[in-house]
């Protein structure tokens, strides 16, 4: 059985901050690779984050660095996605994902093509 559930979706300013969570259930449950893209209007959807849900380290895409933070719950099995300093370009579908770690230039992969197993997504819009 295998859910992915997204939530914090909503609408923020420009500067505004945003936290996205992601229930995951799946079952069995191993260490996997778990990722947030996103995708905007007209644009192919892009990684944003991703963790090894068995360890610390974390990798993210070069227009996220610095504002975003994605982080990992074990006991809940919750995927988080802290955003700050939103700008407009930041709108999107956010879509939380896991799959089998996959390393890619060192870093946890930001392909989608890398990832099994799917949310249904939650809507942000950042206004000017």
């Known amino acids: 059985q295998v859910q992915l559930a997204e939530s914090g979706g909503g609408s923020v300013q420009a500067g505004g901050a945003l936290r996205l969570s992601c229930a995951v259930s799946?079952?069995?449950?191993?260490?996997?690779?778990m990722a947030w893209f996103r995708q905007g209007p007209g644009k192919e959807r892009e990684g944003v984050a991703s963790?090894?849900?068995?360890?610390?380290?974390?990798d993210y895409g070069d227009s996220v660095k610095g504002r975003f933070t994605i982080s990992w719950d074990s006991a809940n099995k919750t995927l988080y996605l802290q955003m700050n300093t939103l700008k407009p370009q930041d709108t999107g579908g956010y879509y939380c994902?896991?799959?089998?770690?996959?390393?890619?230039?060192?870093?946890?992969?930001?392909?989608?093509?890398?990832?099994?197993?799917w949310g249904q997504g939650t809507q942000v819009t950042v206004s000017s």
């Open positions: 799946i079952s069995p449950f191993k260490n996997l690779c």
């Open positions: 994902a896991a799959g089998t770690c996959q390393l890619r230039g060192g870093a946890w992969s930001l392909q989608t093509v890398d990832y099994a197993y």
């Open positions: 963790l090894y849900s068995g360890g610390s380290s974390t």
